[in-house]
């Protein structure tokens, strides 16, 4: 399974942020916080705008890395996975629903109503395949 073990694994489950970043030649990586969820295979995937900085660079060059890291007030540790992402036209509409549970309260009216207001809108998924990881735990 990608090379994550169950202590990987534990955090990677957790709702916390992960930070992306995508190559972009020359340029030094953007990392930016996204929503995230590991799949039954140890693949890693969000879900982005079609038109989106990310998206249009993975277009170019698939590179791509996620970093996790336990909140402050927890020991030191971090899991980040790095390897080739594809972009998938389906499925992510579930996956909006799935990391909006997981990251939201939808009991809360706003919550609710942000999250209807995002399922009018497209978006693709973004896969990452993990093909290194590196990991750091006090």
Wanted: hydrophobic fraction near 40%.
């Amino acid at each position: 399974m990608s090379g994550l073990t169950e202590e990987d694994l534990e955090l990677l489950r957790r709702p916390l942020y992960g930070f992306l970043s995508t190559a972009d030649g020359p340029l030094p990586p953007q990392p930016r916080p996204v929503w995230f969820e590991v799949t039954e295979s140890g693949d890693v995937q969000l879900f982005s705008a079609p038109n989106s900085p990310r998206v249009r660079r993975l277009r170019g060059d698939p590179r791509a890395s996620l970093v996790v890291t336990a909140p402050v007030g927890e020991w030191e540790r971090w899991v980040a996975v790095a390897g080739s992402a594809t972009v998938a036209e389906d499925g992510a509409d579930a996956v909006l629903m799935r990391l909006a549970a997981r990251y939201w309260n939808l009991d809360d009216p706003r919550r609710a109503s942000d999250l209807a207001e995002m399922s009018t809108q497209r978006w693709v998924r973004i896969v990452i395949h993990p093909e290194t990881v590196h990991r750091y735990a006090m």
